[in-house]
């Protein structure tokens, strides 16, 4: 699987930004669970057997969803 810890602009676990993203990202199909001491982290781990497109598309929506998270900060 793969992580991504999501901190605040003073390196602290940003936990509630980390929540936010996991139901973004459920409401829009991808399969994701949270993770990580502070709950800060997301995690995802395609399934063994997606096909390519599947996995394009998954990952399209989890870069979307992360520049729009890192709009809204800045």
Do not use: C, H
Not at 25 to 36: E, F, H, I, S
């Amino acid at each position: 699987w793969y992580a991504m810890e999501f901190v605040d602009r003073n390196g602290a676990a940003d936990s509630k930004s980390a929540s936010k993203l996991i139901r973004e990202l459920r409401q829009q199909g991808v399969v994701v669970g949270g993770g990580g001491y502070a709950g800060n982290a997301i995690k995802i781990a395609p399934a063994l057997n997606i096909d390519e497109e599947e996995l394009s598309q998954g990952i399209d929506t989890v870069i979307a969803a992360v520049k729009s998270w890192s709009a809204a900060r800045a």
